[in-house]
């Protein structure tokens, strides 16, 4: 099979109605290296970039409420920074670049997705394209 590891995707193909930050952005805990009293943040396996997390709310109003929320993991060398908050909003919108996807069967024997991605910042203006490198 061509396809092995992440699966490269588009924010639009993951969140086509956007979405919106509903957390801090955190280190992810290497539960494998971390030992009482002393954490150690996971570096990602292929990259060996430090790994954070962002929940986020997906805006898709077909959604159940308990598929509303995701954890999407950033691969950076320092913590990201979320974008300004929006004036009149209650939740900031977001959008990430450099996505990926990684299928894999979750503790209830469903299918499920690992998000992780390069970038985090804010929504492009309406009807700017987004660039090439968001598929890489």
């Not at 929320?69 to 450099?98: C, H, N, R």
């Amino acid at each position: 099979m061509a396809l092995q590891g992440p699966i490269p995707v588009t924010f639009e193909m993951v969140f086509p109605h956007g979405c919106y930050i509903v957390g801090e952005v955190e280190p992810v805990k290497d539960f494998d290296a971390s030992t009482n009293g002393r954490f150690v943040q996971a570096r990602d396996k292929q990259a060996g970039e430090l790994v954070w997390q962002v929940t986020v709310m997906d805006a898709d109003p077909t959604l159940k409420a308990a598929q509303k929320t995701v954890a999407v993991k950033i691969l950076s060398p320092v913590q990201p920074v979320s974008p300004a908050p929006m004036p009149g909003l209650p939740f900031t919108p977001v959008e990430f670049d450099q996505m990926t996807v990684t299928p894999y069967v979750n503790g209830n024997g469903r299918l499920a997705y690992s998000i992780r991605v390069r970038e985090m910042r804010a929504p492009r203006p309406i009807g700017k394209p987004s660039p090439a490198k968001d598929a890489a």
